[in-house]
């Protein structure tokens, strides 16, 4: 089972000013939702002034990020208020003594904990919360990969084993082809290949992009870890596909690609590289032959796409 999680303290300490100055939100907005809606709640001081608590502070800032995920306001605060109620059932079934909504942060943590406990089904519980609060791609963006790179620190910290990072990397990689499996068929008459370089075996982000190429209408033929470039471009070539997108996370990737590279030469198609390779030396996709699209993917598939389209 879960540690104590993050529980917020619901006592009024910020003058709306202040809270104001932290999320942004204007005083006359808080107290407009307050009366609308019914949220935030905050307490009155001695002098009859609000007073907002941590809690309230949580609130605002899931109900404006709700905002800027084009969701309404009222539905903002209805989910901000079903997520409490979730929070509280759950609390009770399993002793977490907590009343708050999460945030992000919260859920890496999680998911982090659920996933090296081999607690598959406490993990399963919170990734479901996930995708019912956020859409998948925040979730693959703001929550799994995070996770992923937790597990990376806390191997490089000693605190787990490689065993125990193999164990929590494989549940989630699941999960992502569970979803990759799961997404209907392309709709903009665009398709792309994704794999991995050549000796190239962490494939959870090519995974990952594929995953949310698919969702955004791009047909994905996705092959995986470890391809040989000779391989990979006669792939392509039969599947009459748009683009060829590469992902490369390691040195020794690199260095197999750089030797297979006169292989891709003859494809007459752009190549797109990515990755954490990439994103840290993104003035090499070209020297490759391929263009880098930066390191936000949410953004880079949107460029992909335009690109792409004004080829059609
Ligand atoms: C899981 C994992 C593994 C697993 C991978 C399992 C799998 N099936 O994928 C296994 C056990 C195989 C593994 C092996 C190794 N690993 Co490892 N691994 C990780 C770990 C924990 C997570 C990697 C991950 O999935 N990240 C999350 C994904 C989602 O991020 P991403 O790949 O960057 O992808 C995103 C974007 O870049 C983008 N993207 C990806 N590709 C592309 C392509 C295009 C075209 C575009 C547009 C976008 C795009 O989309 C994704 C979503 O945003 C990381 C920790 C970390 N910090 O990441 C270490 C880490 C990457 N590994 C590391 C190391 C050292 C290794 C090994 C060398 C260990 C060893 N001694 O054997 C081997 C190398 C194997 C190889 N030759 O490839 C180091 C790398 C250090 C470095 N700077 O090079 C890290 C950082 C761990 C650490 N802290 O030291 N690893």
């Not at 800027?68 to 109620?85: H, K, Y």
């Not at 748009?242 to 260095?255: H, R, T």
Request: charged share 20%.
């Amino acid at each position: 089972m879960l540690d104590k999680p993050y529980s917020p303290n619901s006592t009024g300490l910020y003058t709306a000013n202040e809270v104001e100055g932290r999320t942004a939100v204007p005083a006359t907005t808080l107290r407009q939702w307050e009366r609308r809606y019914g949220l935030p709640r905050p307490q009155r001081g001695a002098n009859g002034y609000r007073l907002y608590s941590e809690v309230d502070l949580q609130q605002i800032h899931f109900i404006k990020a709700r905002i800027q995920d084009g969701i309404s306001v009222s539905r903002a605060v209805e989910l901000c208020l079903n997520l409490e109620t979730t929070l509280l059932i759950h609390s009770s079934e399993e002793n977490i003594p907590t009343k708050q909504p999460r945030v992000l942060l919260d859920y890496v943590e999680l998911l982090i904990a659920s996933t090296l406990q081999s607690d598959y089904e406490e993990a399963n519980y919170w990734l479901e919360e996930c995708y019912q609060l956020y859409s998948v791609d925040d979730v693959l963006t703001h929550i799994i990969e995070p996770a992923l790179v937790g597990f990376g620190e806390r191997w490089q910290r000693g605190e787990i084993s490689i065993a125990d990072e193999h164990q929590a990397s494989t549940y989630l990689r699941g999960k992502l082809q569970i979803l990759l499996d799961r997404v209907g068929q392309p709709k903009i008459g665009l398709s792309v290949v994704v794999a991995c370089g050549p000796e190239e075996h962490h494939e959870i982000g090519a995974l990952m992009l594929s995953v949310m190429l698919k969702r955004s209408g791009v047909g994905v033929y996705y092959l995986g870890a470890n391809t040989p470039l000779a391989d990979l471009m006669h792939y392509t070539q039969n599947r009459k596909s748009q683009a060829l997108l590469i992902s490369v996370g390691s040195e020794k990737s690199i260095n197999a690609l750089k030797a297979q590279l006169f292989e891709l030469s003859s494809l007459k198609i752009p190549i797109f590289y990515g990755g954490a390779w990439f994103n840290q030396h993104p003035e090499m996709a070209l020297e490759l032959g391929g263009q880098y699209l930066g390191g936000n993917t949410q953004q880079a598939i949107r460029q992909l796409i335009h690109i792409l389209q004004k080829g059609v």
